[in-house]
């Protein structure tokens, strides 16, 4: 298919917006709009509303989770709908959303065929020292039991605008990539593929987060589920809405942890605390699966602004060779390098463009043929 023009609609469906994005071949953004979503619910005469006048090409619909079958963008048919509806269980939070989001636009713009890109894509290819749990083979091949890696839409955008910033080529560049938001995740790129990652079977594993836990001792979890202390349904919601930063100081927002850790409250001190440790040691463990380090890039609303807690990142990291500077960190744009001259190990800070990930996945879909 010639692919010359194409207009792609990006769609990413939050659990408190969705964001849609107008985008032209080469990357220029004609429109972007963002809904909000009250109570998780999207309200379809809004989207319609706001969709009105654009005449994209494709829609292109972030998914969270694709399982083991979508390693790879795909054009959405009904037996797709269907097998992406079936994966919800994977992805309980997440997949209705995406689903809700990818089936109002197909109302709205019934001309333009409907694409999913996947944030478990980019890490189909971990290899099986990094995904594999150590259970038994019984559970893992019943079950599908893996790491499955998450958020990998800007883990990809953010290692492959890595190697443009840097001016060389992917082949060879080991990078790890940050992405710090409300959900946190790391990847270890090498060859524009990743090694490693943070996230597991579900995106409650890894570093803290705003709301969620990250790495907790299973047997911790087993103890109060066994004891009574507390349902599953009550763990599920205080590891995935109660925990993070909002358990450690009463907020999910690193903006007002900063502050007030300034002002010497000690619950934010000691969140800031514990989200470093567990983000230099994620690092670390990254920089030891690429069996070194090239470049550190930073990237989410965390990563892109708040240069104190790149600061607190790489304190701990100079024996890697990451050194900020501590000028062009506080003062960092997006698309720039933070690190000192000369260090061993380049630094930058990489604006978010799934947008931009998800357009290129459609225009390589396109041209492949393979959404016939």
Known sequence: MDVAGLRTLVVNAGSSSVKLRLLDTDDSLLDGRDLS?????????????ALEGWRPDVAAHRVVHGGRRFR?????????????????????????KSLAALDAVSRALPEAPAVACFDTAFHATLPAAAATYALPASLRERFGLRRY???GLSHAYASRRAAELLERPAAGLRVVTCHLGAGASLAAVRHGRPLDTTMGFTPLEGLVMATRSGNVDPGL??????????SASELAEALEHESGLLGL???PDMREVLARREAGDAGAALA?????????????AMAAALGGLDALAFTGGVGENAARVRTAAADGLGFLGVELDEERNGSAR???EVGRAGAPVRTLVIAAREDLEMARQVGE??????EQ
């Open 249 to 251: 100081a009463g907020s």
């Open 37 to 49: 979503v009250a109570r998780g619910r999207m309200d379809e005469a809004r989207l319609v509303e």
């Open 149 to 151: 890696g998450f958020h």
């Open 221 to 230: 979890l087993l103890w109060l589920l066994e004891r009574g202390r507390m």
């Open 365 to 370: 879909l396109m041209r492949s043929g393979r």
């Open 334 to 336: 997006l698309d720039s």
């Open 272 to 284: 800031l605390a514990v989200y470093s440790h567990r983000l230099r040691a994620g690092i670390a």
């Open 72 to 96: 790879a963008a795909v054009r959405v048919d009904d037996q797709v709908r269907r097998e992406l509806e079936d994966l919800t269980e994977l992805a309980p939070l997440h997949q209705p």
